[in-house]
Each structure stands twice: as structure tokens, then as C-alpha cells.
């Protein structure tokens, strides 16, 4: 099933997707929206998805490759300035079954970072692609 792209103009709490096709580049960059796109097989610990998260988001030399940190660079993205912002797991599924733990962390976060976008009426998604 291909991801229904009107989803990302949406700003409240479903902002967390699973999906067997991802929003692709060009139905985001129209609505003014960043997206980042992570494989799942590049993935096999919290520090290479913060490494992933901080490269995909461009977080500063400051950021300290910890879930604290990885909150508060996801909370401010000033130097990735947009109208909202999407992240894309490909490959999702083998996350989930190697270190369910992981993904399940990248949620709560997502959700904690997204309260923060959603009282300044960004979109905030995180779509986990199968």
C-alpha cells in the first residue's frame, strides 16, 4: 500500500505511519516539507541510528549521540529550516524483528519532538516503510 501523501500536511498527534511505500521526495519537497530517508540495514544499534539521524538531519558538532540530545536537535532544526518535516525507515520491518527495543525508542522521541512541532503547526512524520 503506497503512503497517502495528504497525511503530511496534518499536524496532530498520528504521526507515526507504517506503510508498504513510503511519500516519495518529490510529493514532499512541493508541500515545503524536509524529508530523510534511513535503511534499516545501515542500522544495527542506538549509536548508528543517532550517527543516521544526525547526517540525515544535519545536526550540529554539538550533538552528543544520546537519546537527550537526539530530542533536543530534533526539537530546534533551525539550521534545516522547512515546513515540517518527514523521516522515512526503509526496510523497516527488519528493525523491528532485529532490535525491536530501537525503533520502539525512535517512537517515543518522535512522539516527545512532534508535541513540540505540532504547537507551531509543522508536520512532524515518521513513516516506517516495510
Sequence with gaps: M?????RVDRVDWSCIHFTGEGPSE??????GL?????HADEIGDDGELMDAL???FSFPDYFG???DAVDE???DLSWLPAEGYVLV??????LWRRVP????RLVRSWLFCAEHWARRERPFHLVFEW
Design 2 to 6: 503506497k503512503f497517502p501523501v495528504d
Design 26 to 31: 518529490d510529493d514532499l519537497t512541493d508541500r
Design 34 to 38: 524536509a524529508l530523510v530517508r534511513l
Design 54 to 56: 544526525a547526517i540525515g
Design 65 to 67: 549521540r544520546n537519546w
Design 73 to 75: 536537535c530534533l526539537r
Design 89 to 94: 525507515v526503509v526496510g523497516a520491518e527488519r
Design 101 to 104: 527495543r530501537m525503533p520502539a
